[in-house]
């Protein structure tokens, strides 16, 4: 036990004290060793003290499985978080980010931010002295795919070469999902409508990581993506921030409606992955999403126990 939890330490000390800005910001060895610590969390084989350290939570945008798991993975390190929502500090009145970052930077060990521009959580890293985590931005979220891979490698006992295809919008998910997934070695297929398809300049920098043979592609076919697949992923069609596009996407994105009728295209055990909050009826049906395929609940604990897994890491908790 002893020397495994030190070859654990070793591999992962190199990411003490880091930021966690993208999902390329980990290697495939740390994500590996950041699943075994998150199992052994898990399961309560492995107990971390960190001591009072302070994570404070900047979210501009509502959140529940985030802002919980981040708050209820410090309370079990032994430390807590502060609420440094933008309505009730400085922020809101427009005090600039390189202030905010160094101040905040003076009270608190890490901040996890959710917002919306990638831009605004690099300048908050920019300046911040402590490791700044994207709790979600209009262009990642790595935290959530983390737990995606962890649920994926829970269930199927491996990672590489497994085929998942992401049917829907290609947003935050879906980019974090290119990335961590080629790290992974998992094929990875985004399928959008025309016009919808994941961001491009994520597309390339996922396949610039493929060294494990991982095949990342993006088709408009949904009925092709779920036949190939062994995970079928989905996400709302609006995203926070693109409420007034809701009606115009719902007529856009029904044939991507992930129904029973797709997942029976697939393999009779394929793994439904959504991150919640689902819309059901629209990206997804109720029957799917409670259905027999479904693992999203598995998937939603595994926020808590990578989370927990992350911040004990660049807490320096190991
Ligand atoms: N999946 C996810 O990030 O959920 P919340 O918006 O509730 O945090
Ligand atoms: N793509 C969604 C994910 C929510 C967890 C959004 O950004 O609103």
Redo the contacts with the bound molecule.
């Keep these: 036990m002893a020397s495994a939890s030190s070859g654990l330490a070793s591999k992962l000390s190199s990411f003490s004290k880091n930021n966690f800005l993208s999902s390329s910001d980990l290697n495939t060895n740390q994500i590996l060793s950041l699943f075994e610590l998150a199992k052994q969390l898990k399961v309560g084989n492995r107990r971390i003290d960190l001591g009072n350290r302070v994570l404070g939570l900047i979210f501009k ?9 981040f708050q209820v993975a410090m309370a079990r390190l032994g430390g807590q978080t502060v609420d440094l929502n933008p309505q009730v500090t400085q922020l809101g009145r427009g005090e600039p980010i390189k202030d905010t970052a160094r101040v905040l930077s003076r009270y608190c060990d890490a901040l996890a931010i ?1 917002t919306f521009s990638q831009q605004e959580i690099e300048e908050y890293a920019e300046w911040s002295s402590i490791p700044v985590i994207n ?2 931005t209009d262009l990642e ?1 790595p ?2 795919a983390l ?1 995606d891979y962890l649920t994926i490698q829970e269930k199927f006992g491996e990672l590489k070469g497994i085929n998942l295809s992401y049917i829907g919008d290609g947003n935050n ?1 879906a980019n974090s999902l290119m990335i961590c997934g080629a790290l992974l070695g998992v094929n990875v297929n985004i399928c959008s409508p025309n016009g919808f398809e994941a961001d491009s300049n994520i597309l390339e920098k996922a396949r610039s990581l493929t060294e494990f043979g991982s095949k990342i592609s993006i088709c408009n076919d949904p009925f092709k993506a779920a036949k190939e697949a062994q995970v079928i992923y989905t996400d709302v069609w609006a995203s ?1 921030g693109q409420e007034k596009e809701h009606l115009k996407r719902k007529e856009i994105f029904e044939q991507y409606k992930v129904d029973q009728k797709l997942i029976d295209l697939a393999d009779d055990s394929v793994v439904l992955l959504h ?3 689902a819309h059901r009826g629209e990206e997804v049906t109720e029957e799917v999403l409670e259905g027999k395929n479904s693992s999203v609940f598995d998937q ?1 604990e595994n ?1 808590l126990h990578v989370q927990q897994a992350l911040l004990a890491v660049q807490l320096g908790g190991l």
Excluded at 61 to 69: E, L, M, P
């Design positions: 945008k509502a959140s529940t499985r985030t802002r919980v798991s959710r709790a979600l979220h935290c959530q737990a998910v926070m991150c919640l909050p939603a926020r």
